[in-house]
């Protein structure tokens, strides 16, 4: 099945939410990124509603951070400076709320310190964020990498290491030699791996959102 070009856009799109006045770039942004907060937040043991809140303070803390840290590909990956711009936000989430001086009784604030003031689940955040920008990582490459090779060579690809079915099952769906499809399969995992690195050390991506 052909990699969605329209959901292809991470590397860009996260330069382009930096400007707060970009509502699409904000919008797709949440779409993509908020379940995975939320989900963070819910393992942590926030109720839904503090849970929802938290997302959108987490959010809006990430795209203030991205403002004032401007990426430099000489300075490494774009995966190394979205983990920096994570770290950020979160330090930054925890002194507003310390600032604010909200009563005991406030649930939010009070989960919220208890929760992402420990090491281990600002980190476990910062892993679920990167995640999610490696899949749409491995969607800009196949994207790319779908464009250069045959049809068979790309469904003899996903057939085995998307959709699982063995070597010899796939061979006979697509009337190749089963050493074929082992050699399809490889090639195409080799360009995805070029493609992966090429944008991550980029931070540029052709697939922008017009």
Same mark, same amino acid.
């Given at each position: 099945m052909p990699a969605n070009s329209d959901t292809s856009t991470s590397i860009t799109l996260l330069l382009r939410v930096q400007e707060i006045e970009?509502? &699409? *770039?904000?919008? /797709?942004?949440?779409?993509? #990124?908020?379940?995975?907060v939320f989900v963070w937040c819910r393992?942590?043991?926030?109720?839904? @509603?503090?849970? %929802?809140?938290?997302?959108?303070? +987490? $959010?809006?803390?990430?795209?203030?951070?991205?403002? @004032?840290?401007? #990426?430099d590909s000489s300075r490494g990956s774009f995966r190394g400076w979205l983990k920096t711009v994570t770290q950020n936000?979160?330090?930054? $989430?925890?002194?507003?709320?310390? !600032?604010?001086?909200?009563?005991?009784?406030?649930s939010l604030t009070a989960k919220v310190l208890e929760q992402i003031c420990d090491d281990t689940a600002s980190a476990e955040l910062e892993e679920r964020?990167? *995640?999610? #920008?490696?899949?749409?990582?491995?969607?800009?490459?196949?994207?790319? +990498?779908? +464009?250069?090779?045959?049809?068979?060579?790309w469904s003899a690809y996903h057939m085995t290491a998307v959709q699982q079915k063995t070597p010899a099952d796939a061979a006979r769906a697509l009337n190749l030699p089963v050493? &074929?499809? #082992?050699? %399809? !399969?490889?090639?195409?995992?080799?360009? $995805? /791996? &070029? &493609?992966?690195? !090429? $944008?991550d050390s980029s931070g540029t991506s052709p697939y922008v959102i017009e």
């Open positions: 970009d509502s &699409e *770039a904000w919008a /797709r942004f949440v779409e993509r #990124y908020a379940p995975q393992r942590h043991k926030l109720q839904e @509603s503090d849970a %929802a809140d938290v997302t959108q303070e +987490v $959010l809006t803390k990430l795209v203030r951070s991205m403002r @004032s840290f401007a #990426y936000a979160i330090r930054d $989430l925890i002194a507003d709320s310390r !600032k604010q001086g909200r009563g005991a009784g406030d964020i990167t *995640a999610q #920008y490696e899949r749409e990582l491995l969607q800009e490459a196949e994207v790319r +990498v779908q +464009v250069r090779v045959k049809p068979t060579t050493s &074929e499809v #082992y050699v %399809a !399969k490889s090639r195409v995992i080799k360009m $995805l /791996r &070029e &493609e992966v690195a !090429k $944008l």
